[in-house]
């Protein structure tokens, strides 16, 4: 008998955490071995080599963010596959999981039956992309001159979230002058004058949260 695909579910919320597990029992060839309510417990239980690909949502409140605890056990040799599951499908986010070393990014509104093909796709080694998540990446190759690049992304996730200049260079250990920089280079490409333009642009656009 083949051996069965082992999953880790790290999600902060009980309900969403039952729900997958409940479709993903289904599957014969699932084994749901293990569940994190935190990014820090998922990390730690990865690193036990008892998994082959771990579920991962990108909002856990406080602590590590999942893209940090992707990036966290993909360092790791022999790690296990990480496979985003989240609400989110945002340039920053995306870009973030992406550059992670996640392995696949899949939305929760995905039907059980593409959300098992993704889990195959990554326990075999290969990227497993939500259709709306591929087509995201293609439009930024197309037009690389006009797409925000993941640190510009990053500037204006943070003024979007109200921090100052002086907040976000501390934040991102970078200049006031890099940051400033920065916000030069967004408002040409979103064609704006002002921070609150740039975040309405970029909102509209799902190139941030708000």
Avoid at 176 to 201: M, P
């Amino acid at each position: 008998m083949t051996k069965p695909i082992r999953l880790l579910l790290a999600d902060d919320h009980p309900v969403v955490r039952a729900g997958l597990r409940a479709v993903l029992d289904t599957e014969p060839d699932f084994q749901v071995a293990a569940e994190a309510a935190t990014a820090e417990q998922a990390v730690a239980l990865a690193a036990t080599g008892e998994f082959d690909v771990v579920l991962m949502d990108l909002q856990f409140g406080a602590g590590l963010h999942g893209s940090e605890a992707t990036a966290a056990i993909t360092a790791v040799p022999d790690a296990p596959r990480v496979l985003i599951l989240t609400t989110y499908d945002t340039d920053a986010d995306i870009l973030a999981a992406v550059e992670a070393g996640a392995a696949g990014y899949l939305l929760k509104d995905a039907p059980p039956e593409e959300l098992a093909a993704a889990v195959r796709t990554a326990a075999a080694g290969r990227s497993a992309l939500a259709p709306a998540v591929a087509h995201r990446l293609m439009d930024r190759m197309r037009t690389p001159a006009e797409a925000l690049t993941k640190r510009e992304l990053e500037v204006l996730q943070l003024v979007g979230e109200g921090l100052s200049n002086l907040q976000i260079s501390k934040k991102l250990f970078l200049s006031q002058a890099t940051v400033k920089s920065h916000l030069v280079h967004i408002y040409a490409k979103l064609g704006v004058d002002s921070r609150t333009a740039a975040v309405a642009a970029a909102t509209a656009r799902r190139l941030i949260r708000r």
